[in-house]
C-alpha cells in the first residue's frame, strides 16, 4: 500500500508527480499539509529516497512544528529531514559557514525591537531630528533587505524620495554597526545566506546535492530573496515542489510578492496542479468566498466546493454604532455557549486592530474569555528581553546593543556619560568594548564611575566564568540570582507579579528547551529570537485578532467586523488595483476561516479620529452576494439614523436564495432602567468594589454606565449583564 492511497484523487496526483517542477495551487482548507506531509512519505517510504534528501520550508515555527509532527507518525527516519521556516534554514545554514562572509558563528540575530534600537541610536548619534525619519528608515531598510539591494542599489533605485540622502547614510552605518556586533537581523539571515550561495559555489553545490526533493509551503508569502534562495537550491536536481494559493496573498507590506508564482511557472516551467475540495466550510460560506475573490484578476481560476451540506445561512449585521456593533457579538457569542459551544470555537477578525476596544470590553462585562493577537509576544516582553540581553552578551562579546542595555540593568548607578567614555577609550584604544570591562581597568573614569563598572566587570566575568560549565537552563538561573533581576520587581503589585510570572516563564522554557531539544546557549537564543507569532496556543478563549493573524486558522463561527468603505478595504486601496486586490484577498482569507457560522457586522456611524462619521458598508458585501450591492450603494451622506433593531428590507431577518442573511436584531432585548442609576449614583460591584456614575448611555433598548471605579478607575459596564447595586 502507498503512503498516497489515503490521499483524495486531486492530492494523489500532485503527491506521485515527483521528478521536476510541480506547483500546487490549493484553495483554503483543501488539505495542503496533508498532501506536503504524504508526499515526502512517499519519496522517503516508497520512493526509497534518504530522509535527509529532503528539505520542507514553511514560514511559522507552529506551521513547522505540526508539519514535523505528522512526519514523524508517517516516517521511520523523520527527525533527519530539515523541516523548518526559512528564517530558521537559514541560520542554521549560516552558523555553519559564517566565517566565508566575515562573521563569527555565534552571531547574534537580532529582533525588529534591537533594530529599533540601534537604529534610534545611529539618528541620535548623528543629531539628525526628524521624527517620521526613524519609521522610514527601517521601512527602508526591511524593503531594501528583501530585495536584496545594498544602500546604494537602494539609492539608486529611490533617488526621488524625500530624505533620501539621510535614510541610506543610516542604513550604511547601521550595516557597519552590525557587522561590528557580529550581529545579523532577521532580513540578513535571508540576504546574508542568499549572498553566501551567490559567492561561495562550493558551499552552494553541497546543499543542492544534500536537497535532491525541495518542498516549499505557502509560496505566495515570498519575497524576491526567498524565491531566489529557492530557484538557487532546485538549480541542481530540479525537483522542486511548491504550494500556494494567490487568493491568500496577504503580506505584501512586508514583501510577499505574489507574482513570484507565475515566474516559478515561467521560471521552472512548472507542472500545475488544483486542489479545490475544501475540508473546511460549508457551502453557504464557500459560495461568498467564491463570488467575492473572483474580482480579483491577479489569479489562477479555481472554485471552492465542499461535501460538508449547505449548512448555515451567514448573517451580515448592520450596527446604529460601533456600541451596538459589540453588543451584538458579545450577546450572540453568549447565545452559543450556552448551547455548548466552546470560546476557542469563536474568531473575532477585523482589518485594524484600533476596534478591539469595545469588543473587550463587552467580553469582561459578560465574563467571555478571550486573547488579543498581535501585541506583545512573549519574548519582546521587557523582562524577558533583559535577561536574554545578559545571555547574549554571554554568547556573543561583540554585541554592544545588548551590553549597552544590561550595563545599568538592575540600576548600578553608570549613566550615559560614563558609558560615552567607555565607549571612547576602547574606541582610542582599538578594543572592543567587552573587552575593555571584562579587563577591569577603569583608572580613566572618576573614582565613583569606576567603582560602579568594577562591580559590573566582576559580574560578568563571574557569568564567563559560570557559562563553560552550566547548561542553558542552569546559566539562566544564575543570570537571573547574581544580577539580582527579581529584585527590580519586589514592589508588591499586579504588574510585578505579573513580570515575575514572565521571568519564571522565561526559566521554564530554557529547561523544557534542554530537556527536549537540546542545544547550547546559541541554539537556545537563536530558537527565541526566531519565535513567532500564533507559536503558543490561546486555551480556552475567543480569539480576537486582525486577518493576518488568523491566517492558517479555523474556528466554529467567525465574525467580521468593521466591514466599511475605509476600513475593509482601507481607504487608500481607492487609488490602487494592487492594493484593492490584496484587502479583497484578507476579506477572502477573513470567511474562509470559518468553518459552521459566518457574521459580518458593519455600522451606520462609527467615532474615528476624534468624530462621529457616517459608514458606507464595504463594497466586498456585494461582491459577496449581488442582492447586497445596494446595501453597500447606500450614499455616504446618509442622515437617517437607524438603530440595532431596524430591519432591511422591511424584516428582521432575510434568508436569500444564496444563503445570505441580513440579521438586525439583539441576541437579547432588555428594559432600559438608566433612570434607577442617574449620574453621581454611588453603586457596588462583586469584583470592582464602589464607585461612582459619572456617565449614562443608552443603545437601542439596553443602557450602559461609565463607572468610577476607586481601585480600577473608569469601567463602562452593561445595566443587562453587570452585577451592579445602588448604595
Not at 537550491?233 to 530540479?238: F, Q, R, V
Not at 451540506?309 to 446604529?320: I, L, M, T
Request: charged share 25%; glycine share 8%.
Amino acid at each position: 500500500m502507498l503512503t498516497t492511497d489515503c490521499l483524495n484523487d486531486e492530492q494523489r496526483a500532485a503527491a506521485l508527480d515527483t521528478e521536476g517542477a510541480v506547483l500546487v495551487t490549493a484553495g483554503a482548507g483543501s488539505g495542503k499539509t496533508r498532501l506536503l506531509t504524504h508526499r515526502i512519505a512517499h519519496i522517503v517510504c516508497d520512493m526509497g529516497v534518504p530522509a535527509y534528501n529532503v528539505l520542507a520550508i514553511t514560514f511559522t515555527n507552529k506551521a513547522a512544528d505540526e508539519m514535523r509532527n505528522r512526519l514523524y507518525a508517517l516516517v521511520p527516519s523523520a527527525d533527519e529531514i530539515w523541516v523548518s521556516t526559512f528564517h530558521s534554514m537559514c541560520a542554521k545554514i549560516l552558523r555553519r559557514h559564517a566565517a566565508v562572509l566575515g562573521y563569527g558563528s555565534n552571531f547574534t540575530i537580532y529582533s525588529q525591537d534591537e533594530s529599533e534600537r540601534l537604529v534610534k541610536q545611529i539618528i541620535k548619534d548623528m543629531g539628525i531630528e526628524n521624527e517620521s525619519l526613524l519609521k522610514n528608515t527601517l521601512r527602508a531598510i526591511s524593503e531594501a533587505k528583501n530585495d536584496g539591494l545594498t544602500p546604494e542599489e537602494y539609492y539608486d533605485k529611490n533617488g526621488a524620495y524625500e530624505d533620501i540622502a539621510n535614510t541610506v547614510r543610516i542604513f550604511s552605518e547601521y550595516e557597519k554597526r552590525l557587522k561590528a556586533n557580529n550581529a545579523m537581523d532577521f532580513d540578513d539571515l535571508l540576504s546574508k545566506t542568499y549572498e553566501l550561495f551567490s559567492r561561495a559555489e562550493d558551499v552552494l553545490e553541497y546543499y543542492r546535492n544534500k536537497f535532491r526533493y525541495i518542498h516549499v509551503d505557502e509560496f505566495q508569502d515570498t519575497n524576491e530573496v526567498q524565491y531566489g534562495l529557492v530557484r538557487l537550491l532546485a538549480g541542481g536536481s530540479g525537483n522542486v515542489f511548491v504550494v500556494g494559493d494567490e487568493d491568500q496573498s496577504i503580506y505584501g507590506w512586508r514583501g510577499a510578492n505574489v507574482t513570484n508564482i507565475q515566474k516559478f511557472i515561467e521560471d521552472f516551467g512548472a507542472k500545475i496542479y488544483k486542489l479545490e475540495r475544501n475540508y473546511r466550510s460549508t457551502k453557504n460560506i464557500l459560495d461568498l468566498a467564491n463570488n467575492l475573490i473572483k474580482n480579483n484578476t491577479s489569479r489562477i481560476e479555481k472554485k471552492l466546493w465542499s461535501s460538508l451540506g449547505q449548512g448555515e445561512p451567514p448573517v451580515v449585521y448592520r450596527a446604529a454604532s460601533e456600541s451596538g456593533e459589540a453588543d451584538f457579538v458579545a450577546n450572540t457569542i453568549a447565545k452559543y455557549l450556552s448551547e455548548g459551544y466552546r470560546p476557542h470555537d469563536f474568531a473575532v477578525l477585523m482589518r485594524v486592530n484600533a476596534l478591539t476596544r469595545l469588543i473587550e470590553q463587552r467580553f469582561m462585562q459578560r465574563n467571555i474569555p478571550y486573547k488579543v493577537y498581535g501585541g506583545f509576544k512573549f519574548f519582546d516582553r521587557k523582562e524577558v528581553k533583559d535577561i536574554i540581553a545578559y545571555l547574549r552578551v554571554l554568547s556573543n562579546s561583540a554585541d554592544e546593543e545588548a551590553l549597552t542595555r544590561i550595563i545599568n540593568f538592575p540600576k548600578r548607578g553608570i549613566g550615559d556619560t560614563t558609558i560615552s567614555k567607555l565607549k571612547e577609550y576602547a574606541e582610542s584604544a582599538g578594543k572592543r568594548l567587552f573587552s575593555v570591562i571584562e579587563k577591569g581597568d577603569f583608572s580613566f573614569l572618576p573614582t565613583s564611575a569606576a567603582t560602579k563598572l568594577g562591580s559590573f566587570s566582576l559580574l560578568m566575568n563571574k557569568l564567563s566564568e559560570l557559562k563553560r560549565g552550566c547548561d542553558v537552563a542552569e546559566l539562566t538561573e544564575k543570570v537571573i540570582e547574581l544580577a539580582n533581576i527579581r529584585s527590580v520587581y519586589s514592589e508588591d503589585n499586579e504588574e510585578n507579579t505579573a513580570r515575575k510570572l514572565n521571568i519564571d516563564d522565561f526559566v521554564s522554557s530554557a529547561h523544557e528547551f534542554v530537556n527536549n531539544r537540546g542545544g547550547g546557549l546559541d541554539e537556545f537564543l537563536q530558537e527565541v529570537t526566531l519565535y513567532t507569532e500564533g507559536d503558543n496556543e490561546s486555551g480556552d478563549c475567543v480569539f480576537l485578532s486582525t486577518v493576518h493573524s488568523a491566517k492558517g486558522m479555523e474556528f466554529r463561527g467567525v465574525f467580521i467586523i468593521g466591514a466599511e468603505e475605509g476600513l475593509f478595504p482601507l481607504s487608500r486601496a481607492n487609488d490602487s488595483t494592487d492594493e484593492l486586490e490584496e484587502e479583497r484577498r484578507l476579506m477572502y482569507v477573513a470567511v474562509t476561516r470559518a468553518k459552521e457560522r459566518l457574521f459580518v457586522t458593519y455600522c451606520v456611524t462609527r467615532f474615528m479620529y476624534g468624530e462621529t462619521k457616517y459608514c458606507r458598508p464595504s463594497r466586498f458585501l456585494g461582491e459577496m452576494d449581488e442582492r447586497l450591492s445596494s446595501v453597500y450603494a447606500r450614499p455616504r451622506e446618509e442622515k437617517q439614523r437607524l438603530s440595532n433593531n431596524t430591519s432591511y428590507g422591511g424584516n428582521n431577518r432575510i434568508t436569500t436564495g444564496s444563503g445570505v442573511a441580513l440579521q438586525n436584531k439583539g441576541v437579547r432585548q432588555t428594559r432600559s432602567i438608566a433612570e434607577d442609576f442617574p449620574v453621581g449614583t454611588r453603586v457596588k460591584h462583586k469584583k470592582f468594589g464602589t464607585g461612582v456614575v459619572c456617565d449614562v448611555t443608552n443603545v437601542g433598548n439596553n443602557s450602559y454606565l461609565v463607572i468610577d471605579f476607586a481601585d480600577f478607575g473608569k469601567i463602562t459596564l452593561s445595566l443587562a449583564f453587570a452585577p451592579i447595586e445602588k448604595i
